[in-house]
């Protein structure tokens, strides 16, 4: 049994009237995995997070949430599963511990059990001390921890996490991360989206990228760096000199070469012997950044586009 | 088919619980509270400005074979007035902020609960918080010489259907503003009906064409139907005007819980 993927689908679709924001997508997520959805803004990651949290039904497809049918059994299913949504929908009438005692009853918690829960929770997320106050007074950091801690008060199956630290400052997504991690390693099975390449670096054992509401790729994060990217990549800057332009006298330096507006990519196994290759040919970059390859550069060799506009 | 799949997967259980939140928003805060009392002294100004002072210029008025004093007409039209704005109030301004702007019923819908149980939860907290404005205005009625005890006692239950049926369509209103400007058009609906619906003069002194557009229009027959009771004449022609309001409840719940599903299941 343990075998069997929490979240299975195949040819996934969601249309809203002639738009497809889901284009027949396949997935499997198995307990214990931290799965995630890389890709842009409109790219189909919030659609599939909608219907795998059967609150959206697909349009075409078969899903299996937990072994069941979410047109069916979405009442159950939903029951297991703890949703942290993008936009925070946390209850600005409510306090903060009544967030979580509240949210709690909709569950069927009983309140002794939800009270217990709810300090056992605001302790994990680091919110005990602001448990009396009001929402609305909490940083973003604060109340996306809130939102988090609510998502567990049913202690769920899956927890899914629609970009996690977008609008997050740098100290607030790494608190968040750590919290994260924490969770995983509990051997909570965690799906998320982002659009953070570093995000789904640090958090994810498997993840697909999206891109126009299909699947382009998907793998391990290593596994998609060694298959669509080089080692190192060499981020070369030409001052006045269009990037367009000095293009062609990089012909053959490493083993593939983009150009962006601003600064070319030189995709290498050797970053430094690149680099040199660069020198030797007497051109004089005004900048130069030899960097591990990241999965930026696997989604901008796949897409053409980079991830964060 | 559809209606009964609604209806029978109903849990109690988590409608309870969309109740308990309201519940907690009301023990939170202060502002809460002022909202909820001046839905109380609305009608009891007009009560006594114009039931007890206009009142006093009018004499008795003769309804239905009976005479009255004017207070005695008014105060019963009053009391489904409470009812009726005590319901609205919650159902509407309260209900699109939770569906619109603070996203409150996303929120809950991530969890077991149905779009139906929301409607439920929420027409059951308009009715608790409807219930506490008409309490005490039965309570002015009978220690005012409006109503007897009995009889007000009897209009009670009444006002409790009048609440469920403008609450419900309160909530289907809601599922269709786009924003709170066209609350100043329901706004103006909600004053015409309190200023025409054989309120403040018997519909029979309208003149015929008047009389038929009222009797379509439903807090007519909220007040017909609590003024029958309250002062103790009732018959028949009530459970018509009963049936009316009924029919607002099970329409309003109905098609309020539909579009909360097509609104925010997508």
């Known amino acids: 049994m343990s075998e069997q993927p929490l979240i299975y689908a195949r040819g996934l679709v969601k249309r809203f009237g002639e738009f497809t924001a889901v284009d027949g997508i396949d997935l499997e997520v198995a307990p214990g995995e931290a799965f995630g959805f890389l890709g842009p803004n409109g790219a189909g990651k919030s659609s599939t997070m909608r219907m795998i949290s059967c ?22 299913i939903r029951g297991r599963l703890g949703v942290c949504p993008q936009l925070d929908n946390l209850d600005p009438d409510l306090s903060v511990r009544e967030n979580l005692t509240t949210y709690a009853r909709y569950f069927g918690i009983p309140r002794a059990v939800a009270r217990r829960r709810a300090e056992e929770l605001l302790d994990f997320v680091q919110l005990a001390d602001r448990a009396g106050s009001k929402v609305e007074p909490l940083s973003g950091g604060m109340k996306r921890r809130l939102t988090i801690a609510r998502a567990m008060v049913n202690d769920p199956d899956i927890v899914l996490l629609d970009e996690p630290t977008t609008g997050l400052d740098p100290q607030a997504r790494h608190l968040l991360w750590e919290r994260l991690f924490q969770l995983k390693r509990r051997g909570t099975t965690l799906v998320l989206t982002t659009h953070y390449m570093d995000e789904a670096e640090q958090l994810c054992d498997r993840l697909v990228v999206m891109d126009g509401g299909r699947i382009v790729a998907q793998g391990s994060p290593r ?3 060694e298959t669509y990217s080089t080692p190192e990549v060499v981020e070369l800057r030409f001052g006045d000199e269009r990037p367009a332009d000095v293009l062609g006298k990089l012909d053959g330096v490493g083993e593939r070469v983009d150009p962006l507006p601003d600064r070319l990519l030189v995709y290498a196994a050797d970053g430094d012997a690149a680099t040199a290759e660069v020198h030797r040919r007497g051109l004089t970059p005004s900048s130069v950044l030899v960097r591990r390859s990241t999965l930026e550069d696997v989604f901008l060799h796949l897409t053409g586009r980079t991830l964060v506009d | 088919m559809m209606t009964t799949m609604i209806v029978t997967r109903v849990s109690p259980a988590r409608v309870g619980a969309v109740i308990g939140r309201n519940l907690g928003a009301l023990r939170s805060g202060p502002s809460y509270w002022v909202v909820l009392v001046s839905g109380f002294f609305e009608p009891l100004f007009y009560l006594l400005s114009i039931g007890v002072g206009v009142g006093a210029l009018v004499g008795e008025l003769r309804v239905g074979g009976r005479s009255l ?24 301004y309260n209900f699109f902020g939770k569906m619109k702007y ?11 609960v149905r779009p139906f149980e929301i409607a439920l939860g929420e027409l059951s907290w308009a009715m608790i918080r409807g219930s506490l404005y008409t309490g005490m205005f039965v309570i002015v009625m009978v220690v005012l010489g409006l109503a007897s005890p009995l009889w007000a006692l ?3 239950p009444a006002t409790m259907l009048v609440g469920l049926a403008f609450g419900s369509i309160g909530m289907a209103i809601s599922t269709l503003m786009r924003g709170w400007q066209d609350f100043d058009l329901m706004a103006t609906g909600q004053f015409a009906l309190f200023l025409f619906s054989g309120t403040f003069a018997p519909v029979g002194d309208y003149p015929a064409a008047m009389q038929v557009i009222i009797q379509v229009t439903p807090l007519y027959h909220a007040v017909e139907l609590v003024r029958g009771l309250a002062i103790g004449d009732p018959s028949w022609g009530l459970l018509a ?12 719940l109905l098609f309020a819980a539909r579009r909360l599903e097509r609104v925010l299941c997508v």
């Open chain 1, 55 to 76: 609150v959206s039904l697909p349009t075409a497809g078969e899903l299996r949430i937990l072994g069941m049918d979410p047109s069916r059994d979405g009442t159950t």
């Open chain 1, 223 to 225: 596994s998609l760096i």
């Open chain 2, 69 to 92: 004093p004017y207070a005695t007409f008014v105060a019963p039209a009053m009391l489904a007035v409470a009812a009726m704005s005590g319901a609205l109030a919650e159902t509407t």
């Open chain 2, 102 to 112: 603070q996203k409150t019923f996303d929120a809950i819908l991530a969890t077991p």
């Open chain 2, 154 to 156: 009897a209009a009670f």
């Open chain 2, 241 to 252: 005007h009963a049936a009316y309001l009924l029919a607002m409840v099970l329409g309003g």
